[in-house]
């Protein structure tokens, strides 16, 4: 239809219908730039998830991975056991489709893990009997893996757990694991000096539980000041976060943290997740029907004051993150409630709700309280490139 210039009544309906369809689309644009995630993040910081490979086959969670987050980690595909099960035999599939999607998606890839007690083949350190292997064949083994890995993805991820776990729990330096017996006390050492010569690019990184913790705190910061006063390259420490409703406290966390980068050290929360569910003693029993219901009392859906309660644990928890400008990465280890190892541990089997997306992939409370406080932090003249 023609639109006659003459009639000033139509030019005014006209410009209004315009401006209105203008005002209308850059306000759903102003809302739809900060509408996920990874666009909410102040610049300093990357926000990621944990993703098994199996997750690439359901389109819900994995095109929520896309629109949400700016890195992923594989959570099992890229361990010593995933990759290299026997000597020289690599399993390179799994690692290469997370890849592939990272790479389809913009997303940028972190490497977890290249040397753990855990998920790791016993040939690497140990002969058939269970014997440590001699040093310098363990130190073979470890280096030919280090190098094996780093070297087929190289320029594909951008920095490597090099160490996964490497401080005890109780007394002591180091844990008791089938590498140290092997190797002996500079094992840590070794395998970044080998990651480090393996990818001169990637950044590396010593990740662990509970560092955070006044408990363990002391002993973790030795190590990775040892590790960097030998000269060798670590970009950061990763701080695991796996967290209770109310444990630990804020403030231990925050101390915690703190320590790090007051020693220079940048930190990445690692595999953040939150788990409302009661934690028990004898864990590893069997469970009576009595015990069974308190273990596991939210079958039948989160009530609403839970899901405050996270969201607010959630809500502290970033306030404390985002407060500190050398902590450069936050991922969480799962994505929605379908997707986290918290349904099988400590207890098999149970109903949980640690995530910050329900079992369909909606949006949870804590997911809306996790973006407002991202984006309380954000520089309000932050580009939006992402
Ligand atoms: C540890 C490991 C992760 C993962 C989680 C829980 O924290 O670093 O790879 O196995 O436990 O599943």
Redesign the pocket.
């Known amino acids: 239809m023609q639109v006659r210039a003459s009639n000033p009544l139509t030019l005014a309906k006209v410009s209004c219908i315009v401006f209105g369809i203008r005002f209308m689309t850059s306000f759903a644009i102003g809302l739809e730039d900060f509408s996920s995630l990874r666009q909410a993040v102040p610049d300093h910081v990357m926000i990621g998830a944990a993703i098994p490979e199996l997750l690439l086959e359901d389109d819900r969670v994995s095109s929520l991975v896309g629109r949400e987050f700016a890195t992923i980690t594989a959570?099992?595909e890229m361990?010593p056991q995933s990759l290299q099960p026997r000597r020289g035999q690599f399993n390179w599939g799994p690692a290469d489709r997370i890849i592939a999607f990272a790479e389809a998606h913009d997303i940028v890839v972190i490497g977890?893990?290249l040397v753990?007690h855990?998920?790791s083949p016993s040939w690497m350190f140990e002969d058939e009997q269970g014997k440590p292997l001699p040093r310098e064949v363990a130190l073979q083994n470890m280096k030919e893996h280090i190098t094996t890995v780093m070297q087929r993805y190289k320029g594909k991820i951008k920095g490597w757990d090099v160490v996964?776990?490497a401080v005890p729990d109780g007394p002591g330096a180091l844990r008791d694991t089938p590498a140290l017996r092997a190797i002996g006390d500079d094992y840590v050492l070794k395998a970044f000096e080998f990651a480090h010569e393996a990818d001169p690019d990637a950044e590396l990184y010593y990740?662990d539980?509970n560092i955070e913790l006044d408990y363990k705190r002391d002993r973790a910061l030795a190590l990775v000041k040892r590790i960097r006063d030998a000269g060798l390259r670590i970009d950061g420490v990763g701080i695991?976060g796996?967290y209770l409703l109310d444990q630990p406290s804020i403030e231990e966390i925050a101390r915690g943290i703190k320590a790090y980068t007051d020693a220079g050290f940048r930190v990445m929360i690692t595999?953040l997740d939150v788990d409302p569910l009661p934690r028990q003693e004898n864990v590893g029993a069997d469970l009576s029907a009595v015990e069974r219901d308190a273990a596991d009392p939210y079958r039948e859906g989160f009530p609403e004051p839970m899901q405050q309660k996270l969201a607010e644990r959630y809500r502290s928890l970033f306030e404390v993150f985002l407060q500190n400008p050398r902590i450069t990465r936050i991922t969480f280890?799962g994505t929605t409630d379908a997707y986290t190892?918290l349904k099988n541990?400590p207890v098999r089997n149970r109903t949980n709700h640690p995530m910050l997306w329900d079992r369909k992939a909606n949006p949870k409370p804590a997911y809306h309280a996790v973006r407002q406080t991202l984006l309380k932090y954000r520089d309000p003249n932050q580009q939006i490139v992402k």
Do not use: V
């Open positions: 959570e099992n361990k977890h893990t753990w855990n998920q996964n776990e990740n539980y695991q796996h595999e280890w190892w541990f």
